[in-house]
């Protein structure tokens, strides 16, 4: 663990050395503490590195026979076996290349009967884990993290959330490429259950992240760029390539 500070920023000079580097930090977390309880995004950015972190279980170097996950958020709607789900995601990136137990992999039901209740056990099963050690982010091109969308307030907990056109247009990859079938709610942990994490790792590649990259971590905190809150955390890194980094001034 290092000193508490400001937001530790590492800069890869491509995405495919960021995420093997995230990649050998989670498995060297598991070595030094096998009942990790991490937590979990979903997107295009982790692809790379859950593919990494799987090869490295494959041969050995991670063991998840004893952690416990948490994913960020689920679209509301969507059974957990549904193509388009986030846990449908997880599990064909990472959850079905390594040897982990189903009962600790935990998991928002997006068709849960009553979503209120599912954030409130999402939270009971969090503290009942005794928290998340490591808190891994993606980054949404317009600074959400998690689906902390830019608001003028945010939620601190676990909650439903209506998603803006741009995410549904971001996540429509998921969904044969077309927007409008892309749920247009989820449930998402809120800042205040990812700000307890003890440690968070955000990974952001690309130049389309750059501007959100350099207002959280330069600009003031604002729920209009929920990204920025990590400058709350005192032990929060950001691991980016050279295009995400390029509109941080030193
Ligand atoms: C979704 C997820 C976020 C993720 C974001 C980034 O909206 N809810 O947790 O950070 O996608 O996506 P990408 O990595 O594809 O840019």
């Not at 997880?90 to 068709?111: T, W």
């Not at 993606?138 to 689906?147: E, K, S």
């Not at 959330?161 to 079938?181: H, I, K, W, Y």
């Not at 989820?186 to 259950?193: K, N, Q, R, V």
Request: with cysteine; glycine share 8%.
């Amino acid at each position: 663990m290092r000193s508490p500070g400001p937001p530790v920023v590492s800069v890869f000079p491509h995405d495919r050395a960021a995420a093997r580097a995230l990649a050998q930090r989670v498995a060297a977390a598991l070595a030094d503490n096998p009942r990790l309880v991490l937590g979990l995004p979903t997107g295009r950015t982790p692809v790379r590195f859950y593919h990494d972190l799987a090869a490295l279980a494959e041969h050995g170097h991670a063991d998840f026979s004893q952690a416990t996950t948490f994913n960020l958020d689920e679209f509301l709607g969507l059974a957990a076996d549904h193509a388009g789900s986030y846990r449908s995601f997880m599990d064909a990136h990472l959850f079905s290349r390594v040897r982990i137990a189903k009962e600790r992999i935990n998991f928002l039901n997006g068709a849960a009967p009553d979503p209120v209740a599912e954030c409130r056990r999402y939270e009971a099963a969090i503290a009942g884990a005794g928290g998340i050690d490591i808190q891994i982010l993606g980054l949404g091109a317009n600074g959400h993290i998690g689906f902390n969308e830019p608001a003028p307030e945010l939620q601190p907990r676990t909650h439903r959330v209506v998603l803006t056109p741009e995410t549904r247009r971001a996540n429509a990859a998921l969904f044969a490429g077309d927007p409008s079938a892309v749920p247009a709610e989820a449930l998402s942990m809120g800042m205040a259950t990812i700000l307890q994490a003890r440690s968070i790792v955000l990974l952001a590649t690309g130049r389309s992240k750059a501007h959100c990259i350099a207002g959280a971590l330069r600009g003031p905190i604002t729920p209009q760029l929920p990204a920025s809150f990590l400058q709350l955390h005192h032990d929060a890194d950001l691991i980016l390539d050279a295009a995400a980094a390029s509109q941080l001034t030193h």
